[in-house]
């Protein structure tokens, strides 16, 4: 889903150091007020100062690849007409989003033939998710990035070009506004609002108990941020990229919908600078690599995890992840109603928590929960939604998790997370007492065969699991689910959201 509610954007570029651009909402009846407002700012361009509340681009961004602007430059000069129009003929009607759906059914050559039918269809066959997806379609088994998603398909499909032969600068269209094609870019390159990393309201523990972690975040379902449970790890000496290029060598990991070695997925990091970079999560790292699995153990806190009595038949429940800036996971709530830990080896994480009872703003899951419609990346959804949350009486929970610490996340809470650097970090989720009913429930749903994931036998896995439960722990499903609908029916607590305020208040409390 393409949200984009900036719909006119004025670039600034300073005589300094930034770019700034700020939000601007249009509609039908306010584009004269927001031309004389960019009329206005372009009088203003001698000024040196930052608008304060604009976004800043950060330093390094090149210009728009093609020379797309925003569509509400174009009432910067009222005589301009649109060349995407022109270009497109009688598909000037549809929008680029349909355009670049239709263009996503053409293979690379049908690309480069219509690329020459006019300046406006180059520019559309040129958007780099076409050739982005053309590669993850067609190099499953790995490739070398070659600084753009285009020059990376030819150069591995048809190796006789060389680099030179290939358009990499690309042609600058002149009178080409288009605010679909010109956020691809700008979420691409933008900073992080400071604003955006200020909040911090979880609780923070260290050296808590394991009962204390059970009673007070655990059983209540409830996050919690905790220090030093991983002080005694080796990967958080040694997880480097050295280190890891040179244990894993040609071993290869999953990278979305493909397999890539270290090396190739580190060249890709350094030189890519999409809105949605790849992110490398691979479920099957230890038996790739057993000392990776060595060089970490599970917390104290999380080693009840009853999906283990399926042995080598239970879901994939770990994985190692590793991602540039502005790399992570869109809202999402964790697989089979499991609960999970998130630890933190290098980098930092900025990390928005909703309870199972709040959607978050701009996601729309479907009724039956298989499938979740949600702002294309990360970066929009900050761009267009995060500060509606300012006004909620139930605001997130929010985070910056940094190495050496690890965030617990209780089963069915919907969350974000954005890598605010280069990160490495494991990931594990597991099933203990405290939500086995849950994750029961959940397996027997009439639709669990479209929910259940990391299994290939997605049928049978309710049956399995409660069967090879009784066997372990005879009794265990019958007395959870007694003290469960006792909780319910007996339990009154307060609000989750009434017994928090902001930590940066000076009056932050859990009340449990």
Same mark, same amino acid.
């Given at each position: 889903m393409r949200s984009f509610r900036m719909r006119n954007l004025l670039c600034r570029v300073k005589r300094r150091t930034k770019k700034t651009i700020r939000n601007r909402k249009t509609t039908t009846g306010n584009c004269i007020s927001i031309s004389k407002e960019l009329a206005r700012l372009v009088e203003q361009q001698h000024e040196e100062e930052v608008v304060e509340d604009g976004f800043s681009i950060k330093s390094s961004a090149p210009s728009h690849t093609h020379g797309v602007q925003p569509l509400g430059n174009l009432y910067l000069n009222p005589r301009s007409i649109n060349s995407r129009d022109t270009g497109l003929g009688n598909l000037h009607t549809l929008s680029d989003e349909l355009v *670049?759906?239709?263009?996503?059914?053409?293979?690379?050559?049908?690309? &480069?033939?219509?690329?020459?039918?006019?300046?406006?269809? =180059?520019?559309?066959? @040129?958007?780099?998710?076409?050739?982005? !997806?053309?590669?993850?379609?067609?190099?499953?088994?790995?490739?070398?990035?070659?600084?753009?998603?285009?020059?990376?398909?030819?150069?591995?499909? =048809?190796?006789?070009?060389? @680099?030179?032969?290939?358009?990499?600068?690309?042609?600058?269209?002149?009178?080409?506004?288009?605010?679909?094609?010109?956020?691809?870019?700008?979420?691409?390159? *933008?900073? $992080?609002?400071? %604003?955006?990393? %200020?909040?911090? !309201?979880?609780?923070?523990?260290?050296?808590?108990s394991v009962e204390e972690f059970v009673l007070n975040f655990e059983e209540p379902n409830k996050p919690v941020l905790l220090e030093g449970c991983i002080d005694n790890w080796g990967?958080?000496?040694?997880?480097?990229?050295?280190?890891? %290029?040179?244990?894993? &060598?040609?071993?290869?990991?999953?990278?979305?919908?493909?397999? $890539?070695?270290? &090396?190739? =997925?580190? &060249? =890709?990091?350094?030189?890519?600078? %999409?809105?949605?970079?790849?992110?490398?999560?691979?479920?099957k790292f230890a038996e790739k690599v057993p000392q990776l699995g060595d060089e970490y153990e599970v917390p104290v806190y999380f080693r009840e995890d009853l999906f283990g009595v399926l042995g080598n038949e239970r879901p994939d429940y770990r994985w190692i992840i590793i991602g540039p800036a502005g790399s992570g996971s869109s809202f999402h709530v964790d697989p089979n109603s499991t609960s999970a830990w998130n630890a933190v080896i290098k980098g930092s994480k900025k990390w928005i928590l909703f309870p199972p009872d709040v959607i978050p703003p701009g996601v729309h899951p479907s009724p039956d929960g298989a499938d979740v419609a949600s702002p294309v990346s990360i970066i929009e959804w900050f761009m267009n939604f995060y500060g509606a949350t300012k006004n909620w009486k139930k605001k997130p929970i929010e985070c910056v998790c940094k190495a050496g610490e690890l965030i617990f996340v209780p089963s069915g809470w919907w969350h974000l997370v954005i890598n605010l650097e280069e990160s490495i970090a494991i990931t594990q989720n597991y099933v203990s007492r405290r939500n086995l009913v849950n994750v029961l429930d959940f397996l027997r749903r009439p639709n669990a065969s479209t929910l259940v994931s990391g299994t290939r036998d997605r049928v049978n896995l309710y049956d399995k699991f409660k069967n090879a439960i009784e066997a372990s722990f005879p009794g265990e499903i019958d007395e959870l689910t007694r003290k469960e609908e006792e909780r319910k029916i007996q339990q009154r607590k307060l609000p989750f959201w009434d017994s928090v305020t902001d930590a940066n208040a000076g009056a932050f409390k859990f009340s449990f």
């Amino acid at each position: 889903m393409r949200s984009f509610r900036m719909r006119n954007l004025l670039c600034r570029v300073k005589r300094r150091t930034k770019k700034t651009i700020r939000n601007r909402k249009t509609t039908t009846g306010n584009c004269i007020s927001i031309s004389k407002e960019l009329a206005r700012l372009v009088e203003q361009q001698h000024e040196e100062e930052v608008v304060e509340d604009g976004f800043s681009i950060k330093s390094s961004a090149p210009s728009h690849t093609h020379g797309v602007q925003p569509l509400g430059n174009l009432y910067l000069n009222p005589r301009s007409i649109n060349s995407r129009d022109t270009g497109l003929g009688n598909l000037h009607t549809l929008s680029d989003e349909l355009v *670049l759906d239709m263009l996503g059914f053409l293979d690379a050559s049908s690309l &480069g033939v219509l690329a020459a039918v006019s300046k406006s269809f =180059y520019v559309f066959t @040129n958007h780099e998710p076409l050739w982005k !997806n053309l590669v993850l379609e067609n190099l499953l088994s790995g490739f070398q990035y070659k600084g753009s998603w285009k020059s990376t398909y030819v150069s591995a499909c =048809y190796p006789s070009f060389g @680099n030179s032969d290939i358009a990499l600068g690309g042609l600058k269209v002149r009178d080409f506004f288009s605010d679909y094609l010109f956020q691809s870019w700008l979420c691409a390159n *933008l900073e $992080m609002k400071p %604003e955006w990393l %200020e909040r911090d !309201n979880v609780v923070r523990k260290r050296g808590i108990s394991v009962e204390e972690f059970v009673l007070n975040f655990e059983e209540p379902n409830k996050p919690v941020l905790l220090e030093g449970c991983i002080d005694n790890w080796g990967a958080l000496g040694n997880w480097d990229r050295d280190y890891l %290029e040179r244990l894993c &060598g040609d071993v290869k990991f999953s990278v979305g919908p493909v397999e $890539m070695k270290l &090396g190739d =997925y580190f &060249g =890709y990091s350094d030189q890519v600078r %999409e809105e949605r970079p790849l992110y490398l999560f691979d479920p099957k790292f230890a038996e790739k690599v057993p000392q990776l699995g060595d060089e970490y153990e599970v917390p104290v806190y999380f080693r009840e995890d009853l999906f283990g009595v399926l042995g080598n038949e239970r879901p994939d429940y770990r994985w190692i992840i590793i991602g540039p800036a502005g790399s992570g996971s869109s809202f999402h709530v964790d697989p089979n109603s499991t609960s999970a830990w998130n630890a933190v080896i290098k980098g930092s994480k900025k990390w928005i928590l909703f309870p199972p009872d709040v959607i978050p703003p701009g996601v729309h899951p479907s009724p039956d929960g298989a499938d979740v419609a949600s702002p294309v990346s990360i970066i929009e959804w900050f761009m267009n939604f995060y500060g509606a949350t300012k006004n909620w009486k139930k605001k997130p929970i929010e985070c910056v998790c940094k190495a050496g610490e690890l965030i617990f996340v209780p089963s069915g809470w919907w969350h974000l997370v954005i890598n605010l650097e280069e990160s490495i970090a494991i990931t594990q989720n597991y099933v203990s007492r405290r939500n086995l009913v849950n994750v029961l429930d959940f397996l027997r749903r009439p639709n669990a065969s479209t929910l259940v994931s990391g299994t290939r036998d997605r049928v049978n896995l309710y049956d399995k699991f409660k069967n090879a439960i009784e066997a372990s722990f005879p009794g265990e499903i019958d007395e959870l689910t007694r003290k469960e609908e006792e909780r319910k029916i007996q339990q009154r607590k307060l609000p989750f959201w009434d017994s928090v305020t902001d930590a940066n208040a000076g009056a932050f409390k859990f009340s449990f």
